[in-house]
């Protein structure tokens, strides 16, 4: 039992680690496009960062959009390196919370064109911590892994393949 518990926890550690992998593709786009789009851009992300209230739909640049979408992609990186594979219990209290916050970060995007592929990776990372839980329960079901985790990092990746276009 206890192989199973260290090895689940080694598992989801492994998949936010790969998800690192992922974070990168539309870091250096959004910087430039936050550069490029107004001189106001860092400004109205932090501002719409600490408004509690989505902006109107349409109102939101993507590079603001994009901006949401690194900094969550970060918080994932960071998540995969500080994991403590010894507690598969406080791994996935981890996940809930990583998913809990995207999923909350990523309902104020409203761009039109980036706010589906992150609401898209938000679902992704929720379905995968729920996995997480029933692997817990029973840890036969881990044949279904694989799929969990390239789904996750499919999203992820299409939400940077967005952010860089």
């Not at 996935?92 to 990523?106: G, I, P």
């Not at 992704?124 to 692997?135: I, Q, S």
Request: aromatic share 4%; net charge negative; charged share 15%.
């Amino acid at each position: 039992m206890i192989k199973t518990r260290t090895s689940f926890a080694l598992v989801a550690a492994s998949a936010l680690l790969l998800l690192t992998g992922c974070s990168g593709g539309g870091d250096s786009s959004a910087n430039e496009a936050d550069t490029n789009d107004t001189a106001g851009t860092s400004e109205a992300s932090s501002s719409a960062q600490a408004s509690s209230a989505p902006a109107p739909a349409g109102d939101q640049s993507k590079a603001d959009a994009c901006q949401i979408v690194q900094e969550q992609f970060q918080a994932v990186s960071q998540a995969g390196s500080s994991i403590d594979t010894s507690d598969p219990q406080a791994t996935l209290t981890q996940f809930r919370e990583l998913a809990t916050q995207v999923d909350t970060e990523f309902g104020g995007i409203t761009n039109e064109e980036v706010a589906p592929a992150a609401q898209k990776a938000s679902g992704a990372l929720n379905e995968y911590a729920t996995f997480l839980e029933g692997l817990i329960a029973d840890p036969n079901t881990a044949s279904g892994l694989s799929d969990q985790v390239t789904a996750l990092q499919e999203s992820f990746t299409d939400a940077a393949t967005v952010c860089a276009g």
